[in-house]
């Protein structure tokens, strides 16, 4: 069994900075990649950030140099700082994690966590 377990999110102004947090826990062999996608009311669920084990990172355009990835392998987190908030990053953050399960069938998973919502509002 797999958690994935998103925390760190609110309200905030503005050009505020907040950063979420996810953690991964359970049967995990090693984890291939986590990473943030949101959510916003009415539209589909986009990719913010990724993070593989490899360390290759992949941004969305639309915070590119406002918001940042970064890990802690040993607690199997990854976090995503955001600064320079706007309005339109309003949404619901979700945390996924792609997870070697079954080392002898080579078996990888994909995790969701629930989700935590980020509204920027003055």
């Known amino acids: 069994q797999v958690q994935v377990v998103e925390f760190g999110g609110g309200l905030v102004q503005p050009g505020g900075s907040l950063r979420l947090s996810c953690a991964a826990s359970g049967s995990i062999l090693s984890i291939n990649a986590m990473g943030w996608y949101r959510q916003a009311p009415g539209k589909q669920r986009e990719l913010v950030a990724t993070?593989?084990?490899?360390?290759?990172?992949n941004i969305a355009d639309s915070v590119k140099g406002r918001f940042t990835i970064s890990r802690d392998n040993a607690k199997n987190t990854v976090y995503l700082q955001m600064n320079s908030l706007k309005p339109e990053d309003t949404a619901v953050y979700y945390c996924?994690?792609?997870?070697?399960?079954?080392?002898?069938?080579?078996?990888?998973?994909?995790?969701w966590g629930k989700g935590t919502l980020v509204t920027v509002s003055s």
């Open positions: 993070f593989t084990s490899y360390g290759t990172t």
């Open positions: 996924k994690a792609n997870v070697l399960v079954d080392q002898a069938y080579r078996r990888s998973m994909d995790y």
